[in-house]
């Protein structure tokens, strides 16, 4: 069974910090990896979705990066700021059993302006 | 519409009542998904559409739950005999084929007293 864990659970970092964070995956036959966020109360924005044959995807501030054979993936996000603060979900689709996403419990970012 | 919209966004019932949660999904997209996510926990898979069938229904945590997608496109989740550990938020997604990139709606917050 696919476990997905997000570490750290928390993260409070000061205005423009660049910062990571980190996502695992104990079964690494899967299709794509996605990354969200999710603000208090409301539903999930997709960031980012890396194809299980790509190392990386960027999309402006942020950068994530794929190492399916160690199942593990990181989320970078250059120069924080305030409007960063969520949490941030990270999922991944198996080859099998079509498209079913297994999250992470999430890691909750604050950025102090 | 330009996203995935859920009706209503909050839901309040007796415990024993029924209930219904509807989803619509981005036009044109044929894989619809269910998830449920309680208070600072991931989202759990509850059921995936593929068209008006259910691809996988391996998420429901009992015969309470049904979902149905009579026409491909609009999705009811209902909830039979409601208890009051089915309070959580319920977010729907769709993507264009599955499995590809899930855009999720804004959740329905169920609570159950």
């Known amino acids: 069974k696919q476990e997905v864990t997000q570490i750290p659970a928390a993260l409070s970092v000061p205005e423009g910090e660049n910062l990571v964070l980190n996502c695992s995956f104990t079964?690494?036959?899967?299709?794509?990896l996605q990354w969200f966020r999710q603000d208090p109360g409301k539903g999930l924005t997709s960031l980012l979705l890396?194809?299980?044959?790509?190392r990386e995807q960027t999309s402006g501030r942020l950068n994530a990066s794929l190492d399916k054979s160690s199942g593990r993936s990181t989320l970078y996000i250059a120069a924080s700021q305030p409007g960063d603060s969520a949490t941030y979900l990270c999922?991944?689709?198996?080859?099998?059993?079509?498209?079913?996403?297994?999250f992470g419990e999430g890691t909750q970012l604050t950025v102090n302006p | 519409g330009a996203g995935v919209s859920q009706t209503p966004s909050n839901k309040v019932t007796e415990k024993g009542k029924y209930v219904e949660l509807r989803c619509d999904p981005i036009?044109?997209?044929?894989?619809l998904y269910w998830y449920r996510q309680s208070l600072g926990q991931g989202p759990e898979f509850l059921i995936y559409?593929?068209?008006?069938?259910?691809?996988?229904d391996s998420g429901l945590p009992n015969d309470r739950f049904f979902a149905v997608r009579p026409e491909g496109s609009v999705s009811t989740l209902k909830i039979q005999r409601t208890e009051r550990g089915d309070s959580a938020m319920y977010l729907c997604?769709?993507?264009?084929?599955?499995?590809?990139?899930?855009?999720f709606g804004p959740g329905t917050r169920l609570t159950v007293l």
């Open positions: 997604a769709s993507s264009l084929l599955g499995p590809q990139e899930q855009f």
């Open positions: 079964d690494s036959a899967i299709y794509n």
């Open positions: 890396i194809q299980s044959s790509q």
């Open positions: 999922a991944v689709s198996p080859v099998t059993s079509g498209s079913r996403l297994t």
């Open positions: 036009s044109g997209h044929t894989a």
């Open positions: 559409f593929q068209g008006t069938g259910a691809a996988d």
